[in-house]
């Protein structure tokens, strides 16, 4: 067994992983946590991407749009990481042998990336637009789509 | 309501025959076609009440306040209206999977009177709070009865996606014991064993 799977076996037997594991009501309640904060950041990756686009909210510059839906992207990641890694913890063993769960951890890994060193420096820019611009929103928009299905994929692999 | 009477009686026959068809017997059994409308589904959720959270934030000052509250309705609402489309043709396709389960369920049959609830919520939303928008459509935060209609929105649509989630799960199942309210609220006497 490989250390990162040794590791997820430990955070299955801690006592925290144990309890969601046993608890009827735990899973479900992560569950809905987990897909109140992916609504949240479908809506505010969207708002950004669509002006990005040029379309959306165009009545303001795309660095105002940037700064207004940051908040409630800074909102919904740490919701989304805390829900997972507690669902994570309930059965780690099991992920750990999962293909389908690790292309979802790279594919979040290239969009935390590309939405940090990439598609925000370009939206505080002075009116980013033309072919780059398009091509980072339609990135964003598809790998945030590919890691929300690969999520229900998980429990079918 | 006694087992065998009019309407629900013919409903439940109506979904035994629903599940009997070739397409809802494929939906069923083919594990990765019902993990990817799962899936849609889920994405789904991202455009219709992701967009539905921007625009209540909106309507609660807490979020784009630069934008007007009328270019926040107008520009947002078609990709609302186009993950509604995607929600109610995946939803549809999930339910024909399992008619007879999802039909008798209780938190289906919860999340639809949310659905008609927060239906209600809009209507009043067009009627009565947007008729002087033009008063407000600036002014931050907006008034008391707007951010209260942006509230009660977020609320149900909350409640909607609990609901939804909870379909999944079997403990309140009709097949297995239940307190008398469920036994009532979701029809088991009429369920098929």
Known sequence: MSAVCQLFQQAEQSALGQAIQHSAWMMPALQSLHL???????????????????????????????????????????????????????????????PVFWAKMAGLSVA???????????????APSGGL???VAVASIGLWAAIALAGLWISVS | MSPGSG???????????????????????????????????????MLFVGTIFMVDLRL?????????????????????IAGFVLMAFTGLLLFYALPVRTYHSLWFRMKLLLIIAAAVNIWHFHRRVQRDRARWDTTLPPPRVVRFAAAVSMGIWIAVLVAGRMIAYHW????????????????????PP
């Open chain 1, 36 to 98: 109140l904060c992916l609504a949240l950041l479908g809506g505010a990756v969207l708002m950004l991407d669509l002006r990005l686009l040029g379309t959306g909210l165009v009545s303001q510059p795309v660095p105002v749009i940037e700064r207004e839906a940051r908040p409630w992207l800074h909102a919904a990641a740490p919701g989304l990481m805390l829900t997972g890694l507690l669902m994570l913890c309930s059965e780690a063993t099991k992920l750990c042998g999962n």
């Open chain 1, 112 to 126: 935390i990336v590309l939405a940090v060193c990439v598609r925000g420096p370009l939206a505080r820019r002075d």
């Open chain 1, 133 to 135: 611009t398009h091509s």
């Open chain 2, 7 to 45: 309407l629900a009686a013919t409903l439940d026959l109506w979904m035994a025959a629903l599940a009997d068809t070739a397409g809802s017997t494929a939906l069923r059994e083919s594990v990765y076609l019902y993990a990817s409308l799962q899936g849609a589904h889920v994405l789904g959720i």
């Open chain 2, 60 to 80: 609660l000052g807490r979020a784009f306040p630069s934008t007007p509250a009328s270019e926040m309705t107008r520009r947002v609402l078609p990709w609302t």
């Open chain 2, 172 to 191: 309140t199942d009709c097949d297995r014991p239940q307190p008398a309210w469920i036994v009532w609220f979701a029809q088991c006497e009429e369920a």
